[in-house]
Structure formats: C-alpha cells, structure tokens
C-alpha cells in the first residue's frame, strides 16, 4: 500500500519563474493538505482539500499561490513568480474521508530558488 | 485558539538512558494530539495520537505518552534511547472544525554512544 507521493523531491527554481508540487493522496484517501517548512522552523498550515473542493485556505499566501485537488490526479501546489522566501519544504499529507484519523505526510518537496 | 508548545528546541542523552519531550497543550475542549518524528531530509512519521481515550498512549518504536489534563500536558517518554531515535520530534494539536494540523516548534533529539 503506498503511501503519499510527492514529486519531485527537489525543485530548483529561478526568481520570477513557477512551481509546481505535486502530491497523491494514500489509496482511499479524499482529503489533502499541505504544509510548509521553512528553514528552523516547525510545520505551518497552508491549504485542506479535497476532490475538486477548498475547503480551508487560511494559511496560503493571498498572492502567487493555489491549490487544486481535481476530480482524477494529484493534487497541485502551484507557486507563480517564485521569489527567495519561497524556499522552503513542502509537505503534503492525506487522511481517509471520516473523522478522527491521523494524517498521513509524503517525504516533501524542497524548494531552493536560485 | 489551539497551540502547543515544546518546551525544549534541543535534548541530548546517551544510548540507553531514558528520554523525555516535554510538550505543554492550549485547548477550550478536549484535544487530539499527536506526536510526529522526523528524520533528516524525510517526511513526518506517526509515533502515537491521544484522541480521548486512555490517557496513557502507546506508540511505535518504544515510544509513549502520557495526556495529563490538570497540567495540560503531553510529554514524549522512552525508557531507553537507541541511536536510531536522534531525529526532529512535534507535538501537534489537530483543530476540531477543519481537521488541520498545528505544529509545535519541534525538539532536536541527539543520542550519543
């Protein structure tokens, strides 16, 4: 049973130019989120989706950032015009769709922007 | 509002001594917790979850935690440490509406031999 999938596992990105992260949920799994982390620093909250919904944004930048969860394939985190601060690890985690289970976290993207 | 805090950004013991991660809760209800491990440049890895049951919870790798309400407390414990366990650990706190995950600011544990 695989677990979440997360690719690619390093990005190496030019300022001004887009990334993408992309994540697959754990098999049986509808919700998704994602985290970041910066250097130092614990895990911060970005975005909880599930299929072709956002349900909770409140942690994601209100500029340059989006994430969708489409019906059929991974969930994308797409960063526009990248810039240093950007630099960081990404994590995405799954849970299955009823209550009270723990998330389950992919091994990250890390971001360097060059 | 819900937080967690790890009361030490770094702990060092030696092989086979006991080890404890302090982690102090802030919650208006009953919480879930959880405690994650982090190894270098890896994801995070489920050690135990607290979710209202016994306040005494058993995890993987030896590890346990103990949920004590009077002092809104839910530090990491392991009787003897293996060189294994150095690694990044987080006490989490999941909200109750969304379901997300708010992380403490982890705990460098380091074993020596």
């Given at each position: ?22 994540c697959s949920p754990m098999k049986g799994h ?85 | ?113």
């Amino acid at each position: 049973n695989a677990g979440v999938m997360q690719n690619p596992r390093h990005l190496v990105r030019r300022r001004g130019q887009e990334a993408r992260l992309r994540c697959s949920p754990m098999k049986g799994h509808s919700h998704v989120y994602w985290y970041r982390q910066l250097p130092e620093e614990g895990l911060k909250f970005m975005v909880y989706l599930q299929k072709e919904n956002i349900i909770d944004e409140s942690g994601m930048p209100k500029e340059r950032f989006s994430a969708e969860f489409p019906k059929e394939g991974p969930s994308i985190l797409r960063i526009q015009q990248v810039v240093r601060g950007d630099s960081a690890a990404y994590f995405c985690a799954s849970s299955p769709d009823y209550s009270n289970q723990p998330q389950h976290f992919g091994d990250g993207t890390r971001l360097s922007i060059l | 509002a819900q937080s967690v805090t790890q009361l030490d950004s770094h702990v060092s013991v030696s092989e086979g001594t006991p080890v404890l991660l302090r982690c102090n809760y802030s919650s208006s209800y009953s919480p879930s917790l959880f405690w994650y491990v982090q190894h270098p440049n890896k994801g995070l890895q489920l050690l135990l979850k607290y979710t209202s049951a016994a306040t005494l919870v058993k995890g993987i790798n030896g590890f346990e935690a103990e949920f004590k309400k009077s002092e809104t407390s839910f530090h990491l414990t392991k009787p003897s440490a293996h060189m294994s366990d150095a690694a990044e650990y987080f006490c989490v706190v999941r909200t109750i509406n969304t379901d997300k995950l708010i992380f403490g600011t982890g705990t460098r544990l380091q074993v020596f031999p």
